[in-house]
Nanobody, 127 residues
Framework: HVQLVESGGGTVQVGGSLRLSCAASGYSYRSYCVAWFRQAPGKEREGVAGRFLLGGSTSYSDSMKGRASISEDRARGTVYLDMNDLKPEDTGMYYC?????????????????????WGQGTQVTVS
């Protein structure tokens, strides 16, 4: 059973940077997508960045392109989201999510319906 635990959230000033971590365990397949989503109060959950593990292909939302980087540390079983030049509209609960992929399928969309394992989230506040 896959488990995801996010950490690294907090309060940061406008223009600041933050690194979020997603520690994963329980993987039983060889390839997965991992993505970061966020949800602001009263708004729908939206994709921020995604990564195909073991392959390295990445995708970013238009709002975070150029300001975010998703990476992985295989030895630690952790996926990171580095964000810079943060804005008040980046405030929200940030979740990581994952889904197993069949061989040859490296598509990792930023769509909540694509993912079946979710963490509990970590709060990011930009003020």
């Amino acid at each position: 059973h896959v488990q995801l635990v996010e950490s690294g959230g907090g309060t940061v000033q406008v223009g600041g940077s933050l690194r979020l971590s997603c520690a994963a365990s329980g993987y039983s397949y060889r390839s997965y997508c991992v993505a970061w989503f966020r949800q602001a109060p009263g708004k729908e959950r939206e994709g921020v960045a995604g990564r195909f593990l073991l392959g390295g292909s990445t995708s970013y939302s238009d709002s975070m392109k150029g300001r975010a980087s998703i990476s992985e540390d295989r030895a630690r079983g952790t996926v990171y989201l580095d964000m810079n030049d943060l804005k008040p509209e980046d405030t929200g609960m940030y979740y990581c999510a994952t889904v197993a992929k069949v061989y040859g399928d490296t598509w990792c969309p930023l769509d909540t319906s694509h993912y079946n394992y979710w963490g509990q989230g970590t709060q990011v506040t930009v003020s």
